[in-house]
């Protein structure tokens, strides 16, 4: 008598993701720049230089999601509609950001910042793969759900150390997401409710691993200035 062979569920993808991006977060986190502009070493200028950096990140970013939140658009753009899911028009960070350099650098903003290199690279890098699911979830995931998460701690230290109120700080605040952490549930939901095949399934992994090394790569030059 043959006994019954126990099924094992799959293991969604948001629980791969926390799993698979524990050391890179780790190593993130512990980058010179992060560690000493969130425990006050550095100054409201290291502050608006980063501000400055997220922005054609997220400009890249957000033209991925106005794509695949876009019904027609794999016919229009070449995007994958099976992403429409994902988009969320509550994460949208542009325009918070362009008011956080308006106050930072003052109206002349767009002539004062200066983007790094290694933003150009993230940047067109996220433009040149956004079209494609898993690196979409792969960049969507990274820089949300870290904006939701350590985002909050960062916002606390800016205030605190860098005499700002919610001027300067809005990136990291979500006025149409009050909820945090039920938010954060549904986005994860909606990550495993993404119909991937087992090798999109390892190419959200590995991208998000090259998001994190993206991110780190922007942290390294910000030291290399304000350190
Ligand atoms: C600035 C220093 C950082 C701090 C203090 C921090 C802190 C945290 C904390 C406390 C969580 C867990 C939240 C929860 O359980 O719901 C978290 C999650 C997360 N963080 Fe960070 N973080 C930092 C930097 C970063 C960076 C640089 C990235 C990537 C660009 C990142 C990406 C993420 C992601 C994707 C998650 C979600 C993990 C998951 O639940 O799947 N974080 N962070």
């Not at 926390?18 to 512990?30: C, I, K």
């Not at 090798?199 to 959200?204: K, N, P, R, S």
Request: proline fraction near 4%.
């Amino acid at each position: 008598m043959s006994l019954p062979v126990e099924e094992t569920a799959p293991v969604p993808l948001s629980a791969l993701l926390r799993e698979r991006t524990r050391a890179a977060h780790g190593e993130a986190n512990s980058e010179q720049f992060i560690e000493e502009l969130l425990s006050g070493g550095l100054s409201r200028a290291a502050h608006a230089d980063l501000s400055a950096q997220l922005l054609p990140v997220y400009e890249a970013l957000e033209e991925a999601s106005a794509a695949l939140g876009d019904d027609q658009g794999s016919e229009n753009q070449g995007s994958d509609n099976r992403g429409a899911g994902l988009v969320f028009t509550e994460l949208a960070r542009v325009p918070a950001l362009e008011r956080d350099l308006a106050f930072l650098y003052g109206p002349a903003w767009r002539d004062e910042i200066r983007i790094l290199p290694s933003t150009r690279a993230y940047a067109d890098h996220i433009r040149e793969v956004g079209g494609s699911l898993p690196h979409y979830a792969a960049h969507s995931y990274t820089r949300y759900l870290g904006d939701l998460s350590g985002g909050q701690i960062v916002k606390r230290m800016m205030k605190q150390h860098y005499g700002l109120e919610e001027e300067g700080v809005a990136f990291y605040t979500f006025p149409d997401i009050p909820k945090v952490k039920v938010f954060k549930d549904a986005y994860r939901d909606a990550l495993d409710q993404l119909d991937l095949d087992d090798d999109e399934v390892t190419a959200t992994l590995d991208e998000t691993l090259l998001a994190f090394t993206l991110n780190r790569a922007v942290f390294t030059e910000l030291a290399e200035i304000h350190c």
